[in-house]
């Protein structure tokens, strides 16, 4: 099955300064999700990239898939205390199976 | 529109003994999937149930079996429980040709 690999595994940052994410495979992907765990929480879905090159944005959030289709990123913008959590990246598979990454934490001073 | 519900949120076992988990998924959804997350870890693929069948099954031993109801509720069922099923459980449940899962708040087991 497919797999990613997600760097870096602990992120510490200033309030303020942005955060990035990465999440890569060996294989091409179909495509790629992303989720956001709070501490003591459950992940909670953010949004799927299906195209290659494809750029989303959600407010600060901006979410990238390559164009081979084998890496991601997630970058947040002037990082907030309430960006403070674990964010995955996943694999949807054949029948909606959705493989996670290992994740990354992220940790915001203030 | 209520979410993904899983009850218990909290158990105590002792090694050896069964336990049954229980999800009801989001109006509108159809598949439920379970997963396994240990502390500071993804969470694990269990396996999948779609039309009350398990249609697809992760890297878990038969002591693992579930079930699905035709009100597409779900039951988790560990048997023979190990220290190492110390675990958060998570339901989540998605459309069958949806996107992302909703995921439940989870079952903290403790097998001590």
């Known amino acids: 099955g497919q797999q990613v690999m997600q760097i870096p595994q602990y992120q510490h940052v200033q309030e303020g300064e942005d955060f990035t994410t990465y999440c890569n495979s060996s294989t091409t992907l179909s495509n790629i999700q992303w989720y956001k765990q709070r501490p003591g929480g459950h992940p909670v879905f953010l949004i799927q990239?299906?195209?290659?090159?494809e750029v989303k944005k959600q407010k600060r959030l901006t979410f990238q898939f390559g164009e081979a289709k084998k890496n991601s990123s997630l970058h947040i913008t002037a990082t907030q205390t309430t960006d403070v959590g674990t964010y995955f990246c996943a694999v949807s598979g054949g029948y909606q199976k959705v493989t996670f990454g290992i994740g990354t934490k992220l940790q915001v001073i203030p | 529109d209520a979410g993904v519900t899983q009850s218990p949120t909290h158990l105590i076992k002792t090694r050896g003994q069964q336990v049954t988990l229980r999800c009801s998924p989001k109006?509108?959804?159809?598949?439920v999937s379970w997963y396994q997350q240990a502390l500071g870890q993804g969470p694990q693929f269990i396996f999948q149930y779609y039309e009350e069948e398990e249609r697809q099954r992760g890297n878990f031993p038969d002591r693992f079996s579930g079930h699905q109801f035709p009100n597409y509720s779900s039951e988790l069922n560990v048997n023979a429980l190990l220290l190492g099923d110390s675990a958060l459980y998570l339901c989540?449940?998605?459309?069958?040709?949806?996107?992302?899962?909703?995921f439940g708040s989870g079952t903290r087991l403790t097998v001590v």
């Open positions: 109006s509108g959804h159809d598949t």
């Open positions: 989540a449940s998605s459309p069958d040709r949806g996107q992302g899962y909703t």
């Open positions: 990239l299906v195209k290659s090159g």
